[in-house]
């Protein structure tokens, strides 16, 4: 089992950057696959980024592509995603995921095993 908690969401301006944590509570967090995927109002919830267990082998969406970084840190079972250049349409909420070890990386809501409750994203001027 695998508990999740975003933090660090807030208003920020067109152009302002952020960075959002997960942290993560029980054993083996270094063995899951680390994701962030988002939900603007009256959308569906998409898929950001996730992180391999080898830190180094990330993945992102075309759209955050080149703005957001994806990073873990295992000693403290804890994920990030520094988010540059953020525009009107990166507003919504962002939930951290875990998928276990078993499983392939998640690109789709249904390949999660873990959630967090979501921490909201509003990028308004």
């Known amino acids: 089992q695998v508990q999740l908690v975003e933090s660090g969401g807030g208003l920020v301006q067109p152009g302002d950057s952020l960075r959002l944590s997960c942290l993560a509570s029980g054993r083996s967090f270094s063995s899951y696959t680390m994701g962030w995927f988002r939900q603007a109002p009256g959308k569906e919830r998409e898929f950001v980024a996730h992180?391999?267990?080898?830190?180094?082998?990330?993945y992102y969406a075309q759209s955050v592509k080149g703005r957001f970084t994806i990073s873990r840190n295992n000693a403290k079972n804890t994920l990030y995603l520094q988010m540059n250049s953020l525009q009107p349409e990166d507003t919504a909420v962002y939930y951290c995921?875990?998928?276990?070890?078993?499983?392939?990386?998640?690109?789709?809501?249904?390949?999660?095993?873990?959630w967090g409750k979501g921490t909201l994203v509003t990028v308004s001027s």
């Open positions: 992180i391999y267990s080898i830190e180094t082998i990330t």
């Open positions: 995921a875990a998928t276990g070890p078993r499983r392939p990386p998640a690109t789709e809501v249904g390949g999660v095993d873990y």
